[in-house]
């Protein structure tokens, strides 16, 4: 905890450093943070959070009243923590970085890496030669070294906008029960927009019943009554989750060096990753070795997280047997124009979408990381894979790794 504690607040005051030295106009702000619950049951949370803060040194406070539109129960306020828009951040920071020398390459996907004098990365464009690799790639694109597939999972969460209207609660908030949601506001153009974000879960397993989008809608029209109740942004995000919740960063091998696991909690973690793994190949020392040491990706797990192991990898068991034994039989009849199924339609596992056109595009309905079946994600219109997190659009393009491969496709025969 104490590391994950340290490495987050460099992170945060790397970020800020940035801001300041290079005049990068993200909308960054010092605010409060607020951990809150509406349960009486859940207090004791509160309070575990308090002590844990306490213990590690962090400056908080508890309070009985927030912003919020609604009552809570309790709250640990953090001040003087931020907010900033990311995408402004990142191509700021990437401009800074072409004017230093440096060359960035797009759509340029890595199929693999192979050792040589020096390590040869393959994309889909052509080679390039490097003593030195990292993998910052969310999922890494290699399984080996690290066996990835076998301490990863990845997790959705969503995000809806809307006018703020006579909202302002002024900080950022997150609850400590379940579903877990979080709460901002973000100025754009002079209007106050609600930022509600939550209701995660494993890739591949939406609830076909209400998407994280119609639980954020309806946490919206129920608690933020004086907010435009029809949000005029939706957007989802995905990242990996380690056995223990703590990323792994660091060397896998002798020059390749990963950084993945940030739980959804990216903005400092990423910069703490850089600034870690910088220290591990220049040799400095910005954040301390025995810090870095806890966020290897070669450690020991602890108990709690072989149960995690045994826990991931029985579901993806699960998913790969079960999900292959319960594909239901149907026909190319039965997808409607705009929609999506996985079905078994002539004795084939088929990942079938209907265009609104009336056109049907059928492919093999099997994962082509590690060969899962896939399920139809019918609130993103894609089809996932609940063993690895890979997605594919209707046209069978990968959305997200691990998959490197775009799904085979299938003549289609209505």
């Known amino acids: 905890a104490f590391a994950y504690a340290a490495a987050n607040s460099a992170g945060l005051q790397m970020v800020a450093s940035f801001v300041g030295e290079y005049d990068i106009g993200c909308d960054f702000e010092r605010v409060a943070s607020f951990v809150y619950t509406r349960r009486e049951d859940e207090k004791k949370h509160i309070e575990t959070e308090m002590r844990a803060c306490e213990k590690l040194g962090i400056k908080c406070r508890?309070?009985?009243?927030?912003?919020?539109?609604?009552?809570?129960?309790?709250?640990?306020?953090m001040d003087d923590q931020a907010q900033f828009h990311p995408l402004k951040y990142l191509y700021a920071l990437a401009d800074i970085f072409i004017k230093s020398g440096g060359s960035i390459h797009e759509r340029s996907k890595v199929l693999g890496i192979i050792k040589k004098k020096a390590y040869v990365v393959k994309t889909q464009n052509g080679s390039l030669t490097a003593d030195t690799v990292?993998?910052?790639?969310?999922?890494?694109?290699?399984?080996?070294?690290?066996?990835?597939?076998?301490?990863?999972?990845?997790?959705?969460?969503?995000?809806?906008?809307?006018d703020a209207g006579e909202v302002d609660v002024s900080g950022m908030y997150i609850n400590a029960e379940e579903p877990v949601n979080s709460i901002r506001m973000h100025d754009t153009k002079g209007a106050k927009q609600l930022l509600l974000g939550g209701y995660g879960h494993k890739t591949g397993k939406e609830d076909d019943a209400k998407s994280g989008?119609?639980?954020?809608?309806?946490?919206?029209?129920?608690?933020?009554?004086?907010?435009?109740?029809?949000?005029?942004?939706?957007?989802?995000?995905?990242?990996?989750?380690?056995?223990?919740?703590?990323?792994?960063?660091?060397?896998?091998?002798?020059?390749?060096?990963?950084?993945?696991?940030?739980?959804?909690?990216?903005?400092?973690?990423?910069?703490?990753?850089?600034?870690?793994?910088?220290?591990?190949?220049?040799?400095?020392?910005?954040?301390?070795?025995?810090?870095?040491?806890?966020?290897?990706?070669?450690?020991?797990?602890?108990?709690a997280s072989a149960k995690n192991f045994l826990v991931q990898g029985a579901d993806t068991f699960k998913a790969y047997t079960a999900g292959n034994i319960f594909i239901q039989p149907g026909e190319y009849a039965d997808v409607a124009p705009g929609k999506g199924a996985v079905l078994r339609i002539g004795g084939k596992a088929q990942a079938v979408y209907r265009d609104k056109e009336g056109g049907v595009h059928a492919y093999k309905a099997h994962c082509t990381h590690m060969g899962c079946p896939l399920e139809y994600n019918e609130a993103e219109n894609s089809f996932d894979c609940p063993c690895h997190g890979s997605r594919f659009s209707m046209d069978g393009e990968v959305i997200e790794g691990p998959a490197k491969q775009p799904l085979e496709k299938i003549k289609a025969n209505e």
């Open 62 to 77: 508890v309070v009985t009243k927030t912003r919020l539109p609604f009552a809570v129960q309790g709250a640990i306020a």
């Open 213 to 303: 989008y119609s639980s954020l809608e309806g946490f919206l029209r129920t608690d933020f009554a004086q907010a435009n109740a029809c949000p005029g942004y939706h957007w989802s995000a995905q990242d990996c989750v380690t056995l223990d919740g703590m990323p792994y960063v660091g060397a896998v091998a002798d020059g390749v060096y990963v950084a993945t696991g940030y739980a959804k909690w990216g903005m400092t973690n990423s910069a703490a990753a850089a600034m870690m793994i910088a220290d591990s190949i220049t040799g400095s020392n910005v954040i301390d070795s025995g810090v870095r040491e806890q966020f290897s990706p070669k450690r020991i797990s602890p108990a």
């Open 134 to 162: 990292v993998l910052a790639t969310n999922y890494p694109p290699v399984d080996f070294p690290g066996l990835f597939f076998l301490r990863l999972h990845q997790e959705r969460s969503y995000i809806i906008g809307t």
